[in-house]
């Protein structure tokens, strides 16, 4: 019987991930209002159709920019409820390996077992010596507590 706590995610790729995200969505941000101050300055000393149509387009582009920069925003904190879900999963896989571990399972890599039980060459009727007492309480903790890990 094996517990398999591996984990297929990369943490470290989801919060790197979210913080390109969120980079990206200040950036955009930035853009909109680059956008709309150099759409400011244009028109300062503009006036016409052209300028109408300029200003149309400039403000339509910041508009978008700004709208998009939310959007990213909220594609991003998404990401970090995601990250923030998947680091703990991996925390709690962690916590058991250490667990198991220091309890006297057998672990390796991301697979955690029960020791074999020892075996004692005997005589039948022979009662159990301190040793072979001691073994079986051993084992029977190492079950117990592979039990209580696997739930």
Do not use: C
């Amino acid at each position: 019987m094996t517990i398999d706590l591996s984990f297929p995610l990369n943490v470290g790729s989801i919060a790197g991930y979210q913080s390109s995200l969120s980079a990206a969505s200040k950036n955009l941000e930035s853009w909109s209002t680059s956008i709309s101050d150099q759409k400011t300055k244009a028109l300062a000393d503009w006036s016409g159709r052209a300028a109408d149509a300029f200003g149309v387009t400039a403000g339509g582009a910041a508009d978008w920019t700004s709208q998009f920069s939310k959007t990213v925003k909220t594609f991003a904190d998404a990401v970090q409820i995601f990250y923030d879900s998947a680091n703990a999963v991996k925390g709690r896989l962690d916590g058991i390996k250490e667990r198991a571990h220091a309890g006297g399972l057998t672990v390796n890599g991301t697979t955690v077992s029960i020791p074999p039980a020892q075996v004692f060459a005997k005589e039948a009727g022979t009662p159990p010596s301190d040793a072979e007492i001691r073994a079986n309480a051993e084992y029977n903790a190492h079950v117990d507590l592979f039990n209580t890990l696997s739930r």
